[in-house]
């Protein structure tokens, strides 16, 4: 599986931003997929995820404020970010899950500076 993120940027606080996150190669057997952030210093952490079945689930620090969707056809996940806070500045992570019998593999794409300014 191959991930490829874009969307990043500058934005001031109150702004928005759209993330997209392309996979290829096994999609198939692809469970979920998702978006994590780590700021300077601090570990990283799950922003957004969606399941194939299509649950999604978010950290409480952007529930009301950020949307995760995907595009079957295009095989593409999106991070719709609004309100956007100085906090939420960070590297963003495409994350790609498959659940296979020996275990749980990650995947992961090149990160996406979003830099919301005060």
């Known amino acids: 599986v191959q991930l490829q993120a874009s969307g990043g940027g500058l934005v001031q606080a109150g702004g928005s931003l759209r993330l997209s996150c392309a996979a290829s190669?096994?999609?198939?057997?692809?469970?979920?997929m998702g978006w994590y952030r780590q700021a300077p210093g601090k570990q990283r952490e799950l922003v957004a995820d969606i399941t194939r079945g299509g649950n999604t689930n978010y950290a409480d620090s952007v529930k009301g404020r950020f949307t995760i969707s995907r595009d079957s056809a295009k095989n593409t996940v999106y991070l719709q970010m609004n309100t956007l806070k100085p906090e939420d500045t960070a590297v963003y992570y495409c994350?790609?899950?498959?659940?296979?019998?020996?275990?749980?593999?990650?995947?992961w794409g090149q990160g996406t500076q979003v830099t919301v300014s005060s």
């Open positions: 190669g096994s999609i198939f057997s692809i469970n979920a």
């Open positions: 994350n790609a899950v498959q659940q296979r019998i020996t275990g749980r593999y990650d995947y």
